[in-house]
Nanobody, 128 residues
């Protein structure tokens, strides 16, 4: 059973940085595609970034150039390095994954219908 656990959320001032992590120590090597999602108050959940087992990543336009998704090896945690944060980035951030290694489906848009495992989420609050 995959159990993803996020950490690293918190409060930061606009322009600051945070790094989120997500891990399931027993199953990371079985996860072909991983992604970060976020949901802001009153808004729909949106996919922020994806990364395939091969290392190929995709980003939603609003975070391109500011956020970096990474996964150093098959057994390492998933990270989301967030720079130059704004109040618009305030949300609950969740990681998600699938054991499917399909490269074509591990990208934005559409990854929300591909992933099957979800973490509980971690709050990120950016104050202006």
């Amino acid at each position: 059973q995959v159990q993803l656990r996020e950490s690293g959320g918190g409060s930061v001032q606009a322009g600051g940085s945070l790094t989120l992590s997500c891990v399931d120590p027993k199953n990371m090597h079985n996860l072909g595609c991983m992604a970060w999602f976020r949901q802001a108050p009153g808004k729909e959940r949106e996919a922020v970034a994806t990364i395939h087992f091969s290392g190929t990543a995709t980003y939603t336009d609003s975070v391109q150039g500011r956020f970096a998704i990474s996964r150093d090896s098959a057994k390492d945690p998933l990270y989301l390095k967030m720079n130059n944060l704004t109040s618009e980035d305030t949300a609950i951030y969740s990681c998600a994954a699938t054991s499917d290694f399909d490269f074509g489906r591990c990208s934005l848009p559409g990854v929300d219908s591909f992933v099957t495992y979800w973490g509980q989420g971690t709050q990120v609050t950016v104050s202006s």
